[in-house]
T-cell receptor, first 118, second 114 residues
Framework: AQKVTQAQTEISVVEKEDVTLDCVYE???????LFWYKQPPSGELVFLIR??????QNEISGRYSWNFQKSTSSFNFTITASQVVDSAVYFC???????????????FGGGTRVLVKP | DAGVTQSPTHLIKTRGQHVTLRCSPI?????VSWYQQVLGQGPQFIFQ???????GRGNFPDRFSARQFPNYSSELNVNALLLGDSALYLC?????????????FGPGTRLTVL
């Protein structure tokens, strides 16, 4: 079975500090997708990024950056110059095919709560 | 364009009752998935539907059932509620439910079982 581990349960930083969230995954599939979602207090999951297993290029989007390393099965996420609005729970997820053709489900990690203090 | 909508937003039930949660996907999306998120944990997969057919089911008892309608909206039903069913129930829609398709999540229905 697939598994996603986010070892950090909570991280607290002061505004403008950088924050790195760790994600380690386990899968037997050779083709898979990894995701990061943000869940603010309102509860809705907000999509941040999707990477496929063949694309190990790091990616930067504004203050967000992602480091995908297939050799260590890790997909880490960094917020640069954090802001109070970044306070939320962040989830790493792995796609897993369903038995029936073309179906897919997401396996989520336990989440990391980020608290950015002013 | 409207995002994924779910109703109701909050619900309080007592043990043994049943509950129906509703989800409307984004226009043009034909697949709906349901997830349960217990407080302090990540979401767990319950069901995926595509074109009214169940594609997969997570590790949940038969008390949980779902269906998808011709307009692609979906209902999640839970019978004989237990205290442990208290959770945020999230609905996600995607074009076809494939791994390449981004899943867009709704705001969720928070169910409290007393």
């Amino acid at each position: 079975a697939q598994k996603v581990t986010q070892a950090q349960t909570e991280i607290s930083v002061v505004e403008k500090e950088d924050v790195t969230l760790d994600c380690v995954y386990e899968t037997r599939d050779t083709t898979y997708y990894l995701f990061w979602y943000k869940q603010p207090p309102s509860g809705e999951l907000v999509f941040l990024i999707r990477r496929n297993s063949f694309d190990e290029q790091n990616e930067i989007s504004g203050r967000y950056s992602w480091n995908f390393q297939k050799s260590t099965s890790s997909f880490n996420f960094t917020i640069t110059a954090s802001q109070v609005v970044d306070s939320a729970v962040y989830f790493c997820a792995l796609s897993e095919p369903l038995i029936k053709a073309a179906g897919n489900k997401l396996t989520f990690g336990g989440g990391t709560r980020v608290l950015v203090k002013p | 364009d409207a995002g994924v909508t779910q109703s109701p937003t909050h619900l309080i039930k007592t043990r043994g009752q049943h509950v129906t949660l509703r989800c409307s996907p984004i226009s043009g999306h034909k697949s709906v998935s349901w997830y349960q998120q217990v407080l302090g944990q990540g979401p767990q997969f319950i069901f995926q539907y595509y074109e009214k057919e169940e594609r997969g089911r997570g590790n949940f008892p038969d008390r949980f059932s779902a269906r998808q309608f011709p307009n692609y909206s979906s209902e999640l039903n839970v019978n004989a509620l237990l205290l442990g069913d208290s959770a945020l129930y999230l609905c996600a829609s995607s074009l076809a439910g494939r791994s390449v398709d981004e899943q867009f999540f709704g705001p969720g229905t928070r169910l409290t079982v007393l």
